[in-house]
């Protein structure tokens, strides 16, 4: 399907190997994740599996990635990978726990229903990404942000009319410049969705280059910040990041459904 960055069998193994030793190592009572150490990438034997079985959450992830790319790729609407970012949603370091994934969806879903008439036959499929962000001042913060693929009969610009968060930024937060909404064309739309989808937590570092601009480069997340997004994922299941419109998941998987 064209997918970029998919992670392979070897690769899942050590980003879970890697996160069961952050939770021995952090003393997290292992009543609370040892069930993860039967997880090995085979038939699941959990019946309700945990975000944060690198297993278990990719398996469910991608099954969304196929079923709304058939329903996206079956549209002849223009389609836009979009990054949504509302610095309200920005939270210090040991606070991760009080990011509300349904506050974020529900901020999202009251400008669609306030965007036009031809909104209602859009399809949006994409979730909640975690970043890890540190200023050029040394300040940290958690940046969660919303990346989704759309299909729906809107241009760029209004696409960014549309999803452009109402809320001011925090006092705090006043004066940095932040682009609140970036839109992109889809060249791939198996590859857009699952980039929407991807769970890893980024680390992202303000830096000036030659011309005095600001930019951001890599860096290795610490180790505490890691087990904070760990624990937060270990309190979710595996599709409770996701966000679909337009669509809906059945028992017999993802399928269209108009918005009144």
Same mark, same amino acid.
């Given at each position: 399907m064209k997918?970029?960055?998919?992670?392979?069998?070897?690769? *899942? $193994?050590? =980003?879970? @190997?890697?996160?069961?030793?952050?939770?021995?190592s952090g003393d997290v009572n292992d009543q609370n994740w040892k069930h993860l150490k039967r997880c090995h990438g085979s038939e699941c034997p959990h019946q309700a599996c945990s975000a944060a079985c690198a297993f278990g959450e990719r398996k469910e992830l991608n099954r969304v990635v196929r079923q709304t790319r058939r329903l996206l790729d079956a549209s002849a609407?223009?389609?836009?990978?979009?990054?949504i970012i509302d610095p309200t949603c920005f939270l210090k370091?040991?606070? *991760? $726990?009080? =990011?509300? @994934?349904?506050?974020?969806?529900?901020?999202?879903?009251?400008?669609l229903r306030e965007a036009p008439d031809s909104w209602k036959s859009a399809r949006i499929v994409g979730a909640v990404d975690i970043a890890y962000d540190r200023d050029a001042d040394g300040r940290e913060w958690w940046a969660p942000h919303l990346h989704l693929a759309i299909a729906v009969d809107a241009d760029a610009k209004e696409v960014r009319r549309v999803l452009k968060p109402r809320r001011p930024a925090p006092p705090d937060l006043v004066g940095r410049k932040f682009r609140p909404v970036k839109v992109k064309r889809v060249t791939s739309l198996a590859n857009a969705i699952a980039y929407s989808l991807k769970s890893t937590v980024d680390g992202r570092e303000a830096i000036w280059d030659r011309r005095g601009n600001k930019d951001r480069r890599p860096f290795r997340v610490p180790e505490a910040a890691q087990l904070e997004h760990d624990l937060w994922m270990l309190g979710m299941r595996p599709r409770d990041r996701s966000f679909l419109g337009g669509m809906m998941v059945s028992k017999g998987g993802v399928v269209p459904r108009r918005r009144p």
């Open positions: 997918v970029q960055k998919v992670l392979s069998e070897e690769e *899942l $193994s050590r =980003l879970h @190997v890697a996160r069961l030793a952050r939770f021995a609407m223009p389609r836009h990978f979009v990054t370091p040991g606070h *991760l $726990s009080d =990011l509300s @994934v349904n506050g974020m969806f529900q901020s999202l879903r009251r400008r």
